[in-house]
C-alpha cells in the first residue's frame, strides 16, 4: 500500500506481468481498471476515493492522443478527468458514475466503432448549452457574446464587423485558408423556461422552436476548432458566425470583405437532414465547381460514411459567399422541421457532419494552391 496525497492507493502491481488484483480494487472502479487494461491503457495502482475525494488511476506509461481519446469518450458527461503525467484523476459526485464509466469502457473494448456513440454524447450537452441561448435576427447581442468568449479560447483573434458578424481565425500551418461559417439569428424567439426534451437521439422543444437552425452548425464548428490541433490539417480556418440570415442573409452580404480575400473555400453548415452536401441553389445557380463538392463526398468515405452525396438546396449564407467568388458548400446539420414548432435536431447526425469536416481537413483535401478553375 501507498499513501497518496488525497487517499490511499491499492496495491501496485505490473499488469504486463502480474495477473490485476480485481478483488483487492475498490469496488466502484475495479470495472475502470479491468477494462483499461484490456484495452491496453496499463495500470498500476488505483483508488475510488471512498466519497471524500476524486478516484485516482497510476498509470505505466503516459498516454497516446487515441487513449486519451478514449477514455475521454468513455467518460459519463457526470465526471471531469484530469490528467497529471502518469495519473488519472475522476472527479465525481455519485460514485456509481464511476460504474457508468467502466461499463461504457467494457462496450469498447467490444465495439470500438461505440467511441463515435459516446463522444456524440458529450457533443450533446453542448449542443443544448447553445440551444438555451436566445437570437431572433436583429437581437443576437446574446448568443455572439457566448461565442466570442469561446472563441477567445479556440482562436488565434475574434472581431465583430460593422454588421454585427462574429468573426474570428485560427493559423495551422501555411495551407489554404478555409472559412467555416453558421448563422447566430433564428427565426423566432426561445420560449422562455422551455424544456428540450430528447428522444434516443433526437431532441425537441417543449413549446416554441427548438433553434437548431443553425445552433447545429455553430455546435459543429466549435467541435472542429476543438480538434483541429489533433488533426493533420496544414492551413488556416476562419470563422464567420452571421447575423440576420433568417431575414434575407443580410450578415453575410455585409460582411466584411477583407476577412474573406484570402479564403480558398468556404464550408457552411446549415442544411437540414444529413448527409447532403448542397452545391447549388436549386439546381441552376452553382455554389462551387462539381470538383470542389466531390471532395467532401471523398471524405465521407474516408470517414467511413459512404452516403454524403452533392444536392440542390435553397437559400443560404453559401449562396452568398459563391457570388464573392468562394467555392462553398452547405452541409446537412441534422435537424427538420425549421421554422416550426416541431423542429427537431439528431444531435447523432450533427455530429457526423463534424467527423465529416474533420476528416476534410485532417486529409488536407483542398489544396494549397488550388482556384475554382483548376478544380
Known sequence: MRNGSLFTCEIQINPLYTELP????????????????????????SC????????????????????????????????????HGKSIYIHYKNRNH???????????????EAITRLEAEHFKHRLIELLTI???????????????????????????????????MKNCGTGPTILLSAHMDTVDDIVPDREIIEEGTMLKSSAGILGADDRAGIAVILEI???IQQTNFNGTLKV???????????GSREIDQDFLEDVTGAIVIDRRG????????????????????????????LAGMNDWQMTPGGLSDAKIFAEMGIPSVNLSAGYANEHTDWETVDYLATYETFTLVEALLHHNLIGKNETPEQM
Not at 464567420?240 to 443580410?250: L, M, P, S, Y
Request: glycine share 8%; with cysteine.
Open 240 to 250: 464567420a458566425f452571421t447575423v440576420e440570415e433568417e431575414i434575407g442573409c443580410r
Open 98 to 112: 464511476l460504474l457508468d464509466f467502466g461499463e461504457n469502457l467494457f462496450t469498447l473494448s467490444q465495439i470500438p
Open 225 to 227: 476548432l476543438s480538434a
Open 22 to 45: 480485481l478483488t483487492e480494487c475498490d469496488p466502484y472502479i475495479r470495472g475502470i481498471v479491468r477494462w483499461m487494461n484490456e484495452l491496453g491503457i496499463y495500470t498500476h495502482g
Open 48 to 83: 475510488d476515493g471512498h466519497g471524500k475525494g476524486p478516484a485516482n488511476i497510476l498509470l505505466l506509461k503516459y498516454l497516446t492522443f487515441p487513449q486519451k481519446r478514449l477514455l475521454l469518450a468513455a467518460a459519463p458527461a457526470a465526471l471531469r478527468l484530469r490528467i
Open 134 to 168: 436566445p437570437g431572433v435576427s436583429q437581437e443576437e447581442r446574446r448568443i455572439r457574446q457566448f461565442l466570442q468568449r469561446r472563441l477567445d479560447q479556440l482562436t488565434d483573434y475574434t472581431y465583430v464587423d460593422r454588421k454585427g458578424n462574429l468573426m474570428a
Open 274 to 301: 444529413n448527409r447532403d452536401i448542397v452545391t447549388s441553389y436549386a439546381n441552376f445557380i452553382p455554389f462551387c465547381p462539381t470538383e470542389y463538392g466531390k471532395l467532401f463526398e471523398k471524405a465521407g468515405e
